[in-house]
């Protein structure tokens, strides 16, 4: 792989205007694949006076993705998270003893910068304070040289304390403490690395485990066998962080109530690997490392990265470090460059994003655009259109365990991930494809005709779909003690049956086609008693009922029927009096606060296509909300939005997308014009 280069994203896609870095990749140019710059001339629509409000806003929006596309044809904006990541990305460079003082400098400034002023950090923009992102946040800083007596660590360790202290945090901020020895390895739950020997048939097996959660767990079963232990100096130690010294009853989990539950076999079954980790007799120990080093070394991508994902990173890199590879050797060192290519940099700032999502991007703009009336043939759509092409996945992934007739097709939602596509990619890919004149007609057809093929082929049992496998249904695997995020299984979900029927819909299969009616029983069952859909990809059933609601327009369901009406009123009846929508991440705590929270630009965006869609376009509740996104619309045609409004984990990772407080509006705004002639 040759050296990174590196190019500017503008201020109206990230946090803070620094460089991004992209792997050069060696991908094969197709026929028809070569794109040029076009002159400003070429972006503008023909001289005219705009004719409207409502004109004037695609307008300006249209010409904002226009100025912000990147001259390889794709967006990409940034992926914001918490600090977590790049506190991690410290630790993970102090462990390798790859401290660059300058860089880490700026990782601290970012870290600090994100602090509120109560002392605390928190997963998402206006959200409580959270134990282990503070205590991590903490560590790093502490690491970085800063002092326990720094006013912001101060106001750190008070909240830290007042919240029970390290004990009380989760289990991967207990990890990174103990591979410095700030906290006792006994007390972090058992994952063996002989899991890895269990056959595909067993009931429990490595690719019963979420794809995220299976690149992760994978080569940290080789770092919990090993439990290395980097000391560091005393200054830097975070022992404070205890309430009182640690005991050993502090190291045990917390069982519920009742005489019997999942969780509590869960726990006694993790005293008893424990035991089982202390023999000296584990005759499946060396076969088991053995697969495990293999099966990370395979599963690495060309451009450094594992599963397109920091923790899958970061783990791996710390798995073959303790194994023995040092800093040098090729698959480290390609490693460490593919945390790199996730970094934003600026002057006096650095973060480490947990992901990247430049097909994702580049799909939603491509909509956006031809959804406000961009031709076909205009040249901003077949460079992006030629660009997602060339990101095809043609090799088999993970998914083949479970789908092993199945032919690879689709897309990821990084620049490389052959191991890892996924359906919503795919399907809103193909989608945002549909209709744009690339050169190369047959090359785009016969693509689509394999992704739709194997976003089918996804289909699973109950059917729905999930986002990476089939059939990933074992909920009893989020009962374990490791699994205190929840995220262990990638279950079908509504939002993503809907992405899949808005497919179908688009490329002309019937509502009586099998998998679509599959499909429509399980988004049936699954619908909220007050009419709404949980929404597992963004926040949250606003998202969630977008998504069902485009799916059941685009294939054919009658929607006058009882169950869309009670949808469509849910979400009428949670219209702000500014007339947008928002809703607040904390509704996947309390459910009584779906459809609820301050107005944004991508929430509202969500309502009025799923209301459309329905065949609202003429209601005074979309017109309403059309005039909120004009009205807040900026003067360079964008929109602003604090709000995080993407989720990763539902409760525990959630997402601010940059690009969506400007992609959906303009999807929303196109789409009324389209309906309604324009009329205001």
């Not at 197709?30 to 409502?54: D, M, R």
């Not at 972090?188 to 890895?196: F, H, K, W, Y």
């Not at 929607?559 to 009406?565: A, H, L, N, V």
């Not at 609202?616 to 929109?639: C, F, M, N, P």
Request: hydrophobic share 40%; glycine share 8%.
């Amino acid at each position: 792989m040759t050296s990174p280069f590196k190019h500017p994203i503008s201020h109206a896609l990230t946090s803070f205007n620094g460089t991004v870095s992209e792997p050069e990749l060696n991908v094969e140019h197709k026929a028809g694949a070569t794109v040029h710059q076009f002159p400003p001339a070429l972006w503008k629509s023909k001289p005219g006076k705009a004719k409207s409000a409502l004109d004037l806003a695609i307008e300006g929006s249209r010409d904002f993705f226009f100025r912000e596309q990147l001259p390889k044809g794709y967006w990409w904006a940034e992926l914001e998270s918490n600090v977590t990541i790049t506190a991690e990305y410290i630790m993970l460079l102090h462990f390798l003893g790859l401290v660059d003082h300058e860089r880490q400098r700026k990782m601290s400034n970012y870290l600090l910068s994100k602090q509120t002023e109560e002392g605390f950090w928190t997963i998402y923009y206006g959200g409580p304070g959270d134990l282990s992102t503070t205590v991590e946040a903490y560590f790093a800083l502490k690491l970085a040289g800063y002092p326990a007596e720094h006013p912001a660590l101060q106001k750190a360790r008070a909240f830290i304390l007042s919240k029970g202290g390290v004990i009380k945090s989760r289990v991967f901020t207990k990890i990174f403490l103990a591979l410095f020895g700030e906290f006792d390895w006994l007390g972090v739950p058992s994952m063996p690395v002989e899991l890895n020997l269990l056959p595909n048939w067993a009931y429990i097996n490595i690719y019963e485990f979420s794809s995220w959660a299976r690149a992760t767990i994978i080569p940290l079963s080789i770092v919990m066998f090993k439990r290395p232990v980097h000391k560091v100096a005393p200054a830097q130690r975070v022992q404070e962080l205890f309430v009182r010294p640690p005991r050993a009853i502090d190291y045990t989990f917390t069982k519920e109530e009742g005489i019997f539950t999942w969780k509590n076999f869960f726990i006694g079954l993790d005293h008893m690997l424990k035991v089982y980790e202390r023999s000296p007799i584990r005759p499946f120990r060396k076969r088991a490392m053995t697969k495990a080093e293999e099966w990370v070394l395979e599963h690495q991508e060309e451009s450094g990265d594992w599963g397109g994902i920091q923790p899958a990173m970061l783990n791996a890199v710390l798995a073959l470090s303790v194994l023995g590879y040092d800093n040098e050797h090729p698959a480290v060192a390609q490693g460490l460059k593919g945390l790199e290519h996730f970094c934003i940099e600026s002057d006096e700032q650095l973060v480490l994003q947990s992901c990247v999502s430049p097909v994702w991007d580049t799909a939603l703009a491509l909509k956006a655009l031809v959804d406000a009336g961009v031709p076909s043939d205009h040249p901003s759509l077949v460079k992006g259109a030629q660009w997602l092409l060339e990101r095809e996945v043609r090799r088999p992934g993970d998914w083949k365990i479970k789908a092993p007739d199945l032919e690879p097709g689709g897309w990821a939602f990084e620049f490389l991930n052959d191991w890892y596509p996924d359906v919503d990619d795919s399907g809103f890919v193909m989608i945002a494809l549909k209709g744009i004149e690339v050169k190369n007609r047959k090359e785009l057809d016969a693509a689509v005709k394999r992704g739709i093929d194997w976003c089918l082929g996804m289909q699973s049992k109950n059917g729905g779909w999930g986002a990476f496998d089939k059939d990933n249904t074992k909920h009893i695997l989020n009962k374990i003690p490791f699994a205190d995020l929840e995220a262990l299984i990638d279950p079908p979900t509504a939002d993503l049956t809907g992405r899949m029927l808005e497919l179908m819909g688009t490329f002309g299969y019937p509502k009586t086609y099998p998998a679509a009616q599959r499909a429509l029983e399980f988004l049936k069952k699954n619908q909220e008693p007050e009419g709404p859909w949980w929404g597992r990809w963004g926040v949250n059933y606003l998202y969630g009922t977008w998504s069902v609601l485009c799916g059941l327009a685009a294939i054919g369901e009658d929607m006058q029927q009882s169950y869309i009406k009670k949808a469509v009123n849910w979400i009428k009846s949670r219209q702000n009096i500014d007339g947008g929508w928002g809703e607040t991440c904390e509704s996947y705590h309390d459910a009584t606060l779906a459809g609820m929270g301050e107005s944004t630009a991508s929430q509202t965006s969500w309502a009025l296509l799923g209301l459309m869609a329905a065949g609202e376009a003429h209601s005074s509740t979309v017109v309403r909300g059309i005039q909120y996104l004009i009205s807040t619309q900026k003067q360079d045609g964008t929109w602003d939005e604090t709000q995080y409004t993407g989720t990763g984990f539902p409760k525990y990772f959630m997402i601010k997308y940059h690009i969506y407080r400007n992609c959906f509006p303009l999807m929303a705004l196109g789409t009324y014009r389209t309906l309604t002639g324009g009329t205001e």
